[in-house]
Nanobody
Framework: QVQLVESGGGLVQAGGSLRLSCGTS????????MAWFRQAPGKEREFVAGIKWSISTYYADSVKGRFTISRDDAKNTVFLQMNSLKPEDTAVYYC????????????????????WGQGTQVTVSS
């Protein structure tokens, strides 16, 4: 089992920045890829960004150039730096972990992730 705990959410004005953190524990050696998803009220959960083997990154078109995913293996933590935030970024953000070497469209399928955090709320005011 792998445990994931997100933190760093909050309320920010449009154009502002937030940094989310996802701490991992347990059988972390089994994790190859980690990702951030988000779910806005009344909408399906959607992929935001992913990182594989601490080197390869992948982003949804809606956040490219604004969000950056990174991973600190020494601290078993994954980060999501979010800049130039927009009201449409408002959602609950979830950290997810997979034992698969995800690529291209496989990043988007929530079924490819075995472990999930509890989520952290991000609210962007206009």
């Amino acid at each position: 089992q792998v445990q994931l705990v997100e933190s760093g959410g909050g309320l920010v004005q449009a154009g502002g920045s937030l940094r989310l953190s996802c701490g991992t524990s347990g059988r972390t050696f089994s994790v190859i890829a980690m990702a951030w998803f988000r779910q806005a009220p009344g909408k399906e959960r959607e992929f935001v960004a992913g990182i594989k083997w601490s080197i390869s990154t992948y982003y949804a078109d809606s956040v490219k150039g604004r969000f950056t995913i990174s991973r600190d293996d020494a601290k078993n933590t994954v980060f999501l730096q979010m800049n130039s935030l927009k009201p449409e970024d408002t959602a609950v953000y979830y950290c997810a972990a997979s034992g698969r070497a995800l690529y291209d469209t496989t990043w988007y399928n929530s079924g490819n992730y075995a472990y999930w955090g509890q989520g952290t709320q991000v609210t962007v005011s206009s």
